[in-house]
């Protein structure tokens, strides 16, 4: 995906996640001058109006770069460590270490104790 400086205008022939993602940037840029949050109201607006106006496909895809914008890089001995986790409790329902209880009932209980 191509990157766009926030001062340019876009072209015609780039998508409309790609506008979207360039008028974020153009919002952000006040915020990062000035610290106001107020700054950026009337663009998050339009970004808000832009990004309802998406396919469920570039929502996604959005969403991915933000929340990938948000976390950081990713953390490869994390991503090993929960991928032994994973493993570890598989083989403990496999070799019925631990049972596993149905979605329905958990929530039966969970309903049952907010309720209280």
Sequence with gaps: ????????????????????????????????????????????????????????????????ILWEE???PADSEVDAEWLREAQRRSREIDDGVVECIPAEQVFSRLEALIKK
């Excluded at 780039?14 to 000035?34: G, K, M, N, Y």
């Excluded at 610290?35 to 496909?57: F, H, N, Q, Y």
């Design 1 to 64: 995906m191509p990157s766009f400086d926030a001062g340019e205008a876009p072209r015609r022939s780039t998508s409309s996640l790609e506008v979207t993602i360039h008028t974020f940037q153009a919002a952000l840029r006040p915020i990062a001058t000035t610290g106001k949050l107020t700054d950026m109201a009337r663009p998050l607006a339009k970004i808000e109006e832009e990004i309802r106006e998406l396919s469920v496909a570039d929502k996604e895809t959005l969403l991915r």
């Design 70 to 72: 948000l976390d950081g």
